[in-house]
């Protein structure tokens, strides 16, 4: 019978169990990172204060169903960008937005959801009959998909470095 032994298992063994909390941290602080990113962004496009409520029915109000889709054409050049876009105003829907981190170890996940800091902002995410609904939360994170996985790693390979190396010290 022939018996062979790996010579340092459990200094291995023990350097893999450090690592993958390394691993767990680096990917919380990613998380909450790009978290945040996310909602400030989700912010700076739910807050724009460039049209009263005047301007907008002068304009014939482009977010009517009656235009068949939104004409962020006629608020100007970020609005064709982003017609998802909502103005602000007292109690407006960037204070509605909010959002949770759930820290599982096996599944973290982050949940954006909207307050209704005000009675109107269900409206303006919903919809009426005459006015085409405009979620914010979703269409941001739509239109920054591809940044988002790009960050997140940029993040997350920043933090376990960060981390690897002050162990090391």
């Known amino acids: ?17 450090k690592l993958q909390g390394i691993v767990g941290e ?17 912010v700076l496009n739910a807050s724009r204060k460039d049209h009263t409520l005047d301007d907008i029915r002068r304009l014939g109000n482009p977010f009517a169903k009656r235009h068949g889709s ?10 064709t960008k982003k017609p998802f876009m909502v103005h602000g105003r007292k109690g407006n829907v960037a204070k509605s937005i909010r959002y949770q981190v759930n820290d599982a170890k096996t599944n973290p996940e982050v949940v954006f959801h909207y307050r209704y800091t005000a009675p109107y902002v269900k ?3 919903h ?5 085409f609904g405009r979620n914010v939360i979703l269409e941001t994170l739509r239109m920054n998909e591809k940044k988002i ?3 997140f790693t940029k993040n997350f390979f920043f933090s376990f470095n960060r981390r690897v190396y002050k162990r090391q010290q």
């Open 1 to 17: 019978m022939i018996v062979t032994k790996t010579k340092g298992f459990w200094k291995l063994h023990k350097r893999f169990t």
């Open 26 to 42: 680096a990917v919380d602080d990613a998380l909450h990172q790009q978290t945040h990113r996310m909602y400030r962004k989700m």
């Open 70 to 79: 939104i004409q962020g054409g006629m608020l100007g050049s970020e609005w």
């Open 123 to 125: 409206y303006v995410v």
């Open 127 to 131: 919809g009426t009959k005459v006015m």
């Open 149 to 151: 996985k790009k960050e």
